[in-house]
Structure formats: structure tokens, C-alpha cells
């Protein structure tokens, strides 16, 4: 097919590409495939053919079942050409057709001819085409064959039934397992690509037998594994058994480690460097033991291969973050790859520099990065601003230089995501680095003179809000804050108009200049800009006069929202307009508000409450309405918190039984969830002993009995405790369902008048410390912490013993108080040492309580925690601290 002439673009590196299948038809193949019913056939115009038909399958598309077997049956006519180049189009093309079992058996005779064939590239391809076509009855016929070809002279043949077996082991294992001797012999070739196929093989045959593995590495580490790409294997393999088998907890060695670093000194650059890598990922790994990984790959920085210096580069980045004084010794080889023409080998050589680079460095690196920005993509460069970031905070002092380095690129052209990459910088620097407040806060000012984008302007300005009114001189950001009320749409308008009325409430001197900007505001031509001016000039004093603005309006404008949305957005659907106003405080704190849902048994229906109410009626009302209906509960007041259900029966038991736990301020009630799930008996006068020898502070005060329990229908049966006022009190609880069991004839349903005493062993239950805490979440975490200040503060510091992972230690800790986390600080990067995570909640008494975990490695797998508690009550915040140290 002729190509038109190209002319070189000399503004671009590259010349277009142009495929040669450009605009050709399913229609127009299909005519063309008639050569293969040639008499003399044309084996150069049938594998163009074949070739047009392999571009239009890969291509996605897709041939009709008639179509399809109209071009398999005209190419099984090209067998009987003999040309070898036509041959393999076929196979190809068989493969690719992938004909049903009706069709397979009109080549099946061909293709065995050409696996016992004296060609061995007809007998390799043979095999792998009948390997891919064939079921499990023809495979049997077949194996003898294939056992044989494992073990061939040829490499190639070796190969091809090696790599079917890999892809046979998905569909037919235990055919391919009785191939293990055969491919032991084989791991033993000379050969490289058989060695490779045949190890891999054998570990996926041998990998669900850990013993079996370990065995396999054990051999090959101490034998001579000529292939590379073999050797490459059995490094990965090697890491895998180290990871499973750990340290030496006498010697202190880790196995296969000598194995692992007799690689680094392996003559193939590829076995060197996956070397080096495992070392580099090895779980817990020490300075001692990176350091000859580090030096090699310090070598292959300066390679001529790019291949090599990416991969040395991406490597040691990795290591930077867990190990940042490791690297150090590379920064010069690396510094030099900056100016790489490689852009992907330049961005990751600048961020690692920017992680391992001391103080002194980082102004001859801005420098450097500055000439480089404008060269990549924004992905790029969205990893050097956050590499920037991570530095700023590691040295506070260099502040200036790198906040108006991130100001200038936030001045040039990207996209959304690389600008809020930016922006998040900025905020993150200003928050953490007081001296970078003002100049930080003018960047983002005249950010917004110019966004494009509505999200990063409404979060500037609400930024803008909160920060602003606590710098030197607020006046100087009014300007910036109205242009936008004048310039921006109107979402932006609104964000705006908000942020007016917060320099209003929170600097009394500007109230005048406030009161005039707002007072325009209110000819907008958008109702909800309209809204917001009307609603604060009358919240801060729209009457011009200048008094101190209220606590209680502060609290309205910079107070977060305790109450989750959904929550609040169902209370108002609920709400029925009357003489008495909405009341916010009924609104559930709960985070989750849904259906009560218990884990059941596949089959049984909802147990108790399982039923979800009817209309949005969340989980929290459902309990109250049920509680509040029963008298010996009416006195105990509002439960403070009902629990989620917990099992104390194993699925498909006689008895399905779950308890909720209800917490009031002076009461515990457990509400025993039950279901009978056998059809011939019904339950009668049900109740739950409780012995409560494990939980001293409670007292029982009332049992209220199930008169009646059939099959199949959910009842409940409720023991109420007395427990100190407001006091968290924790303890065990054993459960036997008692009961009396009655005879139900399956067929008239009639039950039999006398009834027998029976009881059921329960599990144990636990009333626990995270009972006793709601999970309330906090929109702005920061302003919440100091709104709340320091008066009732409590800080101290924890081991937390060894751990499998910092990840572990969080969620435990997270377990263990039952709070909140806030703005998805429960989440712990991976290979991360040290993290920092929000927590919030109401503690009994309706007090707020906010946390910040600080958590650190401290030592091999060892983990310490800082805890600082924020609370407007001091026994609170020092019940949170009694409770991390009692658990």
C-alpha cells in the first residue's frame, strides 16, 4: 500500500505515524479472503490478507458466527501451501478465530501432522495453536506429545509447550501437574528462554505449597542458573519466600540475603538491577543491607542506557521516602540527570533530590527546576510541587524561596488538577509555617484576579475567610474579595459575599466599609447571592452601627457543621410546618443514618428490628420510638447512643440471636434481637439470663420477657442495667436464652398445650469504652481544634508495642475509641513511617472531644503514638487518655 509523502515537521521531534491499514472494511477484507480458494494460491497476497484480518479482530471488531466460520473453512485450504511464512499466518489466525468444538476437529489431524513434523517451527507453532483451541478430552490424547516437547533438543519446541502450560495450567491444573518431572528436567537446560519458561511453570504448579517453593528456591540459589531472565525469576521468587519467612530472630540474619546481594554482582545488567530492587523492598530493611544495593544502582545513574538510569532513578526515588539518608550519597550522580533529555528520568531525579537535599541545596535547585517546568506534562509536575511541599515543611526557613517559586508557576498555564496541586501547597504552607501566612495569602489573592476554575476560587475565598481576618492589616484583601462579587459567576459571587461578612464579623474597624459592600450585594441578579447578603447583614448588625460582633454569630459563621448532612436533609424532609420552629438539636448526630440491616444467615428474614422502617426513618429514630413505647424505659430519657447489632449466634444455628446495645446517661438496656428458625416449635415467655460477675459497676434493674417467638417471625426481649451517671463504665456479660419449647404439628399448625424448659448458650458480650462515643464528624478539623483551645488540652505519649504496619496500628487505635476520622486521615500511605491522624466525636454527656494521633516507627515493627486531646470538658479528655491506656 503506498504511503503519501510526509513533510517533516521541524517544530516537532517526531514524525506522525501513519498506519497502513488506514480506512479498510470488514466488507472489503471479507471479498479479498476469496484468494484462499485459489487452485494456484498466491501465499504473498494471502498473508496480506490474513494480516488485514488480524488488524480488524485486534482492533475490537467483531465477525458474525456465519462470517467467522466462512474465514475459518477458506483458511484451512492454506495448509496445503507449503510456504512457511504463509504457514504461521495461519496458525495465527486459528488462534485468533478461536473456533467452536465442532469446527477444531477439521484441523485438529493438521495440526497433530504438524507437531510430529520434521520443521520444528511448524511442530513449536502447532503446539501452541492446539494447546489454545483444544478441551480437556483431545488434551489427554495429545499429553504424551507435549511431555515430549518439553523436554525436546530444540529451544523453540521446548518453549512453545513450556508456555502452553502455563496457559493450560488456568484451564486444565491437573493434566499439567503431571508434568512436573519433565519441566524439573527442563529448568535444568542450557537454553535461556526454555530455563525461564520452564522455572516459571514449575512455581505456578508448585505455589500453593509454600513448603514446596521454598524448596524450589532453596535448590536453585545453591545450583547455577544460567538464563537472566531465569535469574530474574528466581529473585522474585526468593523475595517472595523472605517475606513470608522473616528474620532470624537468633542471628538477626535474613535467609537468601547473601543469595540476593552474590546477584548485584551478576554480569547481565538486568539481574543486577532486579537484585537491587529486592532488596530495596525488603520489609524492614536496614541501612547495612541497602548499601550495596545503593551503589549499584549509584553506577547505572551514569549509564549510557536510559532504560538503566530510569530504572536506577525510580528505584532509589522509592527508597528516599522510607530511607531518605541512604540516598544521599547519589545526589550528585543526580543532579546531573536533571538535564536529562528523558523527561520522565528528570522529574523523578529532581523529586528525590528535593526528598534527600539538605537546606543549603535547595536554592541552587530552584534554579534548576525553574528552566525545567515548562518542559513537561502537568502529571510531572504535579509530583515536583508536592515534592516541594514535603521540603518547605521539612525546612520552614526556606519558606520564601520556594513559596514564590510555587506563586510563579501558579501564574502559568495548566490544568485543574496541577493547579489545585498547587494551591492545596500554598494552604498546607500557610497553615503549618506562620511567617508564610501573609505573603502566602496575597499569592492566592491574585491567583483568583485570573482562575478559571470555579472549585479553587470558592475554597481561596473560604480560606481567605477564615485566615484573613487574623493577619496584620485584613483591609488589604477587601479589594480582591469584591472583585470577584463584580467579575465572578455566581457561584463564586455567593462564596464571596460569605467571606465579606466573615472580615465583618471577626474586625470590628471594617464593619462600615463591610456594611456598604454587602448593602450592594443585594441587587444581584442571583437569589442566592441575594440570600447570604441579606442573612449576615442581619446576623452582624445591619443597622451600620459598630458593636463587637456576638459569640453566638462567630460561632454561625466560623463554627463547623456537628451534624452530617444526610441527617439534616431527612429531619427537613420530615419536618411538617406548625406554630413550633424547626428544632435542630433533633436532628441525629449519628454519621450513618440508615435502615437497621443486621448480618443474617443467607435465607432468614430481618431479625428484631431488621424490617427497614418505612419512609426515611433513620435507624437512630426507629430505637427511640420502640424504647419510648415500652413504660419500665420511658423514665431512663433519650438513649445517647444505640450500637450496632452484634452476633451472638453462629449462621444456620437453631436461633438467631443479636443484641443492640442502648446507652443512656444512667442506664444500659440490651435489646436481644431473636428469631426461631425451626418450623415444629414455637418459643414461649423467652428471656436472656444475664450474669454480669464481670461487670461491676452495673446492677440489673429490669428483664422484660418475649411472650411468644414462632418460626420465622423476629421478636425481642430486653435486660435494663443501672451504671454510674455520665461515667463510661465497661465490662463482660455471659447470655443464656431461656425458654420453653413447644411441639408445632407442620401440617394443621396446632401447638401442643404442654411445653418443656430449654436453654441456649449465647456469646459473650462486651459493653466497650468506643460505646460511649458518637462519631461526629467535623467539616474543618483545624478550626474546630482551636475553636475548642488548649484550656482542657490533654497530651501524652504511648507504645504501642510491634506491629505488622503502621496501617494495623491506626485502625486499632481508631477501633479502640470509636470516633471519627476527619478529612481521610485514617488512610496510611503505603511505606509510610510516621502519620498523623484526626479524630472527633460527642462523648457521653454531649461533650465534644477532638484527638490528633501522631504516630511513628520506633524501631523494627515497633510503634509509639503521641495523643493530644482537645474537649470542652476536662474528665472527658482525660477519659480518652484512661481509655488508650487501659486498652
Same mark, same amino acid.
Given at each position: ?59 475490537? +471488531? ?62 513449536? %507453532? ?55 518431572? +519433565? ?147 547519589? %545526589? ?18 529532581? $523529586? ?18 525553574? =528552566? ?18 514535603? !521540603? ?17 508557576? !501558579? ?126 447583614? %442581619? ?27 444526610? %441527617? ?83 449462621? &444456620? ?42 461487670? +461491676? ?52 399448625? &396446632? $401447638? ?30 483545624? =478550626? ?41 486521615? +485514617? ?11 484526626? !479524630? ?31 474537649? &470542652? ?15
Amino acid at each position: 500500500m503506498a504511503q503519501p509523502l510526509v513533510k517533516k515537521d521541524d517544530d516537532r521531534d517526531d514524525e506522525a505515524d501513519y498506519s497502513p491499514f488506514l480506512g479498510i472494511e470488514k466488507g472489503a477484507v471479507l471479498q479479498e479472503a476469496r484468494v484462499f480458494n485459489d487452485p494456484q494460491l498466491d501465499a504473498r497476497r494471502c498473508s496480506q490478507v490474513i494480516t488485514k484480518l488480524l488488524y480488524l479482530l485486534n482492533q475490537g +471488531e467483531t465477525f458474525t458466527k456465519i462470517e467467522a466460520t466462512e474465514v475459518f473453512f477458506a483458511v484451512t485450504k492454506l495448509f496445503q501451501s507449503r510456504d512457511t511464512g504463509l504457514r504461521r499466518m495461519v496458525y495465527l489466525m486459528i488462534k485468533e478465530l478461536s473456533p467452536s468444538a465442532d469446527e477444531v476437529i477439521i484441523v485438529t489431524s493438521s495440526l497433530m501432522k504438524d507437531m510430529n513434523s520434521k520443521t520444528d517451527m511448524y511442530r513449536a %507453532n502447532a503446539i501452541r495453536v492446539l494447546c489454545r483451541i483444544t478441551d480437556g478430552t483431545l488434551l489427554t490424547q495429545i499429553e504424551r506429545y507435549l511431555k515430549q516437547a518439553i523436554v525436546d533438543k530444540n529451544p523453540v519446541v521446548a518453549s512453545a509447550a513450556l508456555v502452553s502450560g502455563i496457559h493450560l495450567l488456568q484451564t486444565n491444573p491437573e493434566i499439567v501437574r503431571r508434568w512436573s518431572n +519433565e519441566v524439573q528436567e527442563a529448568v535444568q537446560s542450557r537454553a535461556a528462554l526454555v530455563q525461564f519458561h520452564a522455572l516459571a511453570l514449575l512455581h505456578q504448579i508448585r505455589q500453593n505449597d509454600r513448603l514446596a517453593v521454598s524448596k524450589l528456591v532453596t535448590s536453585l540459589t545453591r545450583g547455577n542458573v544460567r538464563s537472566p531472565l531465569a535469574q530474574c525469576l528466581l529473585i522474585r521468587y526468593t523475595s517472595q519466600v523472605i517475606r513470608e519467612s522473616g528474620t532470624n530472630t537468633q542471628t538477626g540474619d535474613r535467609p537468601f540475603y547473601d543469595f540476593l546481594e552474590g546477584c548485584l554482582r551478576h554480569k547481565a545488567e538486568m539481574v543486577i538491577f532486579e537484585a537491587a530492587r529486592a532488596i530495596t523492598e525488603l520489609s524492614g530493611v536496614t541501612s547495612r543491607e541497602l548499601t550495596p544495593a545503593i551503589t549499584v544502582l549509584q553506577l547505572f545513574l551514569s549509564s549510557s542506557k536510559p532504560v538503566l538510569r530510569f530504572a536506577a532513578v525510580r528505584t532509589l526515588n522509592k527508597v528516599a521516602m522510607t530511607h531518605p539518608m541512604a540516598v544521599t550519597n547519589c %545526589n550528585i550522580d543526580m543532579e546531573s540527570l536533571i538535564s536529562d533529555q528523558n523527561r520522565s528520568i528528570a522529574t523523578l531525579a529532581i $523529586t528525590t533530590l528535593l526528598k534527600t537535599g539538605n537546606e543549603s541545596s535547595v536554592d541552587r535547585l530552584m534554579k534548576q527546576i525553574t =528552566n525545567f517546568m515548562s518542559d513537561i506534562a502537568d502529571e510531572f509536575k504535579i509530583v515536583v510541587v508536592e515534592a516541594i511541599r514535603s !521540603l518547605c515543611l521539612k525546612f520552614p526557613l526556606k519558606y520564601r524561596a520556594l513559596m514564590n517559586f510555587l506563586s510563579n508557576i !501558579l501564574r502559568e498555564e495548566g490544568g485543574f488538577e496541577y493547579k489545585k496541586a498547587i494551591v492545596d501547597s500554598i494552604v498546607i504552607l500557610i497553615r503549618d509555617i506562620p511567617d508564610a501566612k501573609e505573603s502566602g495569602l496575597l499569592h492566592l489573592c491574585e491567583f483568583i484576579e485570573d482562575c478559571e476554575f470555579t472549585y479553587l476560587s470558592t475554597q481561596i475565598l473560604h480560606f481567605l475567610g477564615i485566615e484573613g481576618p487574623k493577619t496584620s492589616d485584613p483591609s488589604k484583601y477587601i479589594r480582591y474579595i469584591y472583585n470577584r462579587v463584580i467579575l465572578e459567576n455566581a457561584t463564586v459571587r455567593a462564596s464571596a459575599v460569605s467571606t465579606l461578612a466573615k472580615f465583618g464579623a471577626m474586625v470590628d474597624s471594617l464593619k462600615p466599609r463591610i456594611f456598604v459592600l454587602l448593602r450592594r450585594c443585594l441587587f444581584d441578579s442571583d437569589d442566592e447571592v441575594r440570600d447570604r447578603a441579606t442573612l449576615y447583614l %442581619n446576623t452582624i448588625g445591619g443597622d451600620g452601627s459598630v458593636v463587637e460582633t456576638d459569640k453566638d454569630v462567630k460561632d454561625f459563621l466560623f463554627g463547623s457543621l456537628d451534624i452530617p448532612l444526610v %441527617n439534616l436533609e431527612t429531619s427537613l424532609k420530615n419536618y411538617e410546618p406548625s406554630e413550633e420552629p424547626f428544632d435542630i438539636d433533633s436532628v441525629p448526630r449519628e454519621v450513618k443514618s440508615q435502615p437497621l440491616a443486621e448480618k443474617k444467615a443467607p435465607g432468614k428474614k430481618p431479625t428484631g428490628l431488621g424490617a427497614p422502617p418505612s419512609g426515611p426513618t433513620s435507624t437512630v429514630d426507629a430505637y427511640e420510638k420502640l424504647l419510648s413505647s415500652i413504660p419500665e424505659y420511658a423514665s431512663f430519657g433519650k438513649p445517647f447512643k444505640s450500637s450496632a447489632p452484634v452476633e451472638l449466634t453462629e449462621a &444456620e444455628t437453631e436461633y438467631a440471636v443479636n443484641v443492640v446495645k442502648h446507652i443512656f446517661d444512667r442506664h444500659v438496656v440490651f435489646q436481644y434481637n431473636c428469631t426461631n428458625t425451626i418450623p415444629e416449635q414455637l418459643l414461649e415467655n423467652v428471656t436472656v439470663i444475664v450474669d454480669a460477675s464481670d461487670a +461491676e459497676e452495673f446492677s440489673e434493674v429490669s428483664t422484660k420477657p418475649l411472650r411468644s417467638l414462632p418460626y420465622d417471625s423476629p421478636g425481642q426481649t430486653f435486660v435494663a442495667f443501672e451504671k454510674p451517671d455520665g461515667v463510661p463504665a465497661v465490662g463482660k456479660f455471659t447470655n443464656m436464652l431461656k425458654f420453653i419449647v413447644k411441639e408445632v404439628d407442620p401440617t394443621t399448625g &396446632e $401447638t401442643e398445650e404442654d411445653g418443656v424448659e430449654d436453654e441456649y448458650q449465647l456469646e459473650d458480650l462486651e459493653v466497650v469504652a468506643a460505646d460511649y462515643v458518637l462519631k461526629v464528624g467535623v467539616s474543618n478539623f483545624r =478550626n474546630a481544634w482551636e475553636s475548642m483551645g488548649p484550656e482542657f488540652e490533654r497530651v501524652d505519649e504511648y507504645g504501642l508495642g510491634p506491629r505488622e504496619s503502621l496501617a494495623e496500628a491506626v485502625s486499632a487505635v481508631i477501633s479502640l475509641l470509636g470516633l471519627q476520622p476527619c478529612e481521610g486521615t +485514617e488512610v496510611v500511605p503505603s511505606n509510610s513511617r510516621s502519620h498523623t491522624c484526626l !479524630l472527633s466525636g460527642v462523648f457521653i454527656g454531649n461533650a465534644k472531644v477532638l484527638v490528633r494521633l501522631s504516630f511513628g516507627i520506633d524501631g523494627p515493627k515497633e510503634v509509639a503514638m503521641k495523643l493530644a486531646v482537645r474537649s &470542652e470538658d476536662e474528665s472527658v479528655s482525660d477519659a480518652i487518655h484512661e481509655i488508650v491506656a487501659s486498652g
